[in-house]
């Protein structure tokens, strides 16, 4: 558990040290992969609020690379039914990096039955952002499976987007 202390403590401190803790973290999950990962899976899942300034698409990306994408795209899945709202969508920020979350794990979560329209809208956005790296087959169509918002603001946003990927598909 020390381990795990140590990189949690890393990745929870990286703005006091910016960026020298996560290239500290990096390190240490070379040397220990899977206590890296464990501090990586509760610093994604153990939050109240979600993390949006890139860090957990570079911790699942670093673990991914450390232990193998299989393994973590393994515990994606197995607990993906019970994470809460901001865990999900810190989990889906990984998207961004098809070495943290694969296409197919990405088009998994978009047809869980629980995944909510704002999550399938992070998650194309996602494939979008990640492009030309990333090749996501009629990503439009897909667009097109998200949704509706209850809230009108809300959906002239994903109007929005969906328009902008009609004007810019992936080639």
Known sequence: MALEDEALSLLRNRYDNYPKSL?????????????????????????????????????????????????????????????????????????????????????????????????????VAGFAAGHPNRRVDNIDALSNEIGSYSDPEQQKTLDRFRAELVRNPQT
């Open 23 to 123: 290239d500290a973290f990096q390190e240490f999950a070379i040397r220990h992969p899977d206590a890296a990962f464990c501090a990586a899976w509760q610093f994604v899942t153990d939050v109240t609020e979600e993390i949006d300034d890139g860090t957990c698409c570079f911790v699942l990306e670093t673990s991914a690379k450390a232990l193998g994408q299989s393994a973590v795209e393994r515990k994606i899945l197995e607990f993906w039914q019970q994470l809460g709202e901001f865990a999900r969508l810190n989990v889906i920020d990984g998207i961004g990096s098809q070495t943290a979350i694969s296409t197919e794990l990405g088009i998994k979560l978009f047809h869980d039955p629980t995944t909510t329209v704002r999550e399938r809208h992070r998650i």
